[in-house]
């Protein structure tokens, strides 16, 4: 398959992505969202890796998934703590990061 | 052979994507990005990442994707969208629009790149490409800083996770408990308030008086520790 139709699935999903961030209000499935686009990020990363023949953007793929998974983390703890909180999980409803 | 496989795992990270966006319940969305991981793990094979691909299979679709079935079945996001309508309208019209700007600039920006080799199947294959072995030399040789700078931000989230998350006096909850002082926490015969995982998981009352914190170290020990 040429790289190109690996670009295009890139740029579709990343799209999905960020139309799931701007339509959707419960912060986990926003946290799925932002999962997506860095996952549209990483394919792109390594087909040009393909393109190119060497490891490089593979490097570049698997740092973007550790920090995918601290942002994941971080996310979630922000979540777990608004459940602590008894405040909505919605984020429309929640106009101020106040403590 | 390349072109069926490449189809099949391209429709399945789409339709996942889609069902990540449109699912109603949190936990079906859960769902439907793992089938979304997995599709774009055969994708990574294709493209002859073989050890990004394992590492999408076992850390993400594994680890990851575990992590939030645990925050959502804590959570319990089935009751939320009934409460409230979907988005207005208007606001997802917007969204479409936007959506639809961003998906023909990101085509114009990588498919009318100019760039030879799109058009191709990319360099020619070298036997080792992609291999744990090659990705370990890359990362202990010429990727090392950043390589150690991501175990410390892995360090970091997950102390930030731990203090974020962890149970403390609340604005709705101000009766029954109270804060710990960093003073009161170096004194105390047992430090509670310390944030652990048995305290966050409220088997442990987070603020008690001097005399009762005894029985309560006590109790612990009989469950085993911290």
């Known amino acids: ?99 | 052979m390349a072109e069926l496989f490449f189809f099949i795992a391209g429709i399945g990270a789409i339709a996942g994507a889609v069902g990540v966006v449109t699912l109603r319940n949190p936990f079906y969305c859960v769902l439907a990005l793992v089938s979304h991981l997995l599709s774009l793990a055969a994708l990574f094979l294709l493209l002859r990442a073989e050890f990004v691909a394992a590492a999408q299979v076992i850390v993400y679709a594994g680890a990851v994707m575990v992590l939030y079935v645990f925050v959502v079945a804590y959570i319990g996001g089935g009751e939320q969208p009934a409460l409230r309508p979907p988005v207005g309208r208007g606001q997802r019209m917007i969204a479409g629009l936007c959506t639809l700007g961003l998906f023909a600039e990101l085509m114009v920006a990588t498919l009318g790149s100019g760039l030879k080799a799109i058009d191709s199947e990319g360099a020619p294959y070298r036997p080792g490409f992609g291999s744990p072995a090659q990705i370990g030399e890359l990362l202990l040789t010429k990727f090392l800083l950043p390589f150690e700078l991501a175990s410390f931000l892995l360090l970091i989230a997950a102390v930030g996770a731990v203090v974020l998350a962890r149970r403390r006096g609340g604005v709705g909850e101000a009766g029954d408990e109270r804060r710990m002082s960093a003073l009161e926490f170096a004194r105390g015969p047992a430090p509670l308030g310390v944030g652990s995982m048995a305290e966050a998981a409220g088997d442990i009352p987070g603020g008690v008086d001097a005399e009762s914190s005894g029985s309560v170290s006590s109790t612990i020990g009989e469950r085993g520790g911290w």
């Open chain 1, 1 to 99: 398959m040429n790289i190109g139709w690996y670009l295009a699935v890139s740029t579709l999903i990343f799209s999905i992505g960020a139309a799931g961030v701007l339509t959707r209000r419960n912060p986990l499935v926003i946290l799925l969202c932002l999962e997506l686009m860095l996952n549209a990020a990483n394919v792109a990363l390594i087909a040009f890796a393909r393109m190119h023949g060497n490891g490089e953007g593979q490097i570049f793929a698997i740092v973007v998934m550790v920090v995918a998974a601290c942002e994941v983390c971080i996310g979630l703890g922000v979540v777990v703590a608004l459940y602590r909180r008894r405040l909505p999980i919605d984020v429309d409803e929640l106009r101020e990061l106040q403590g």
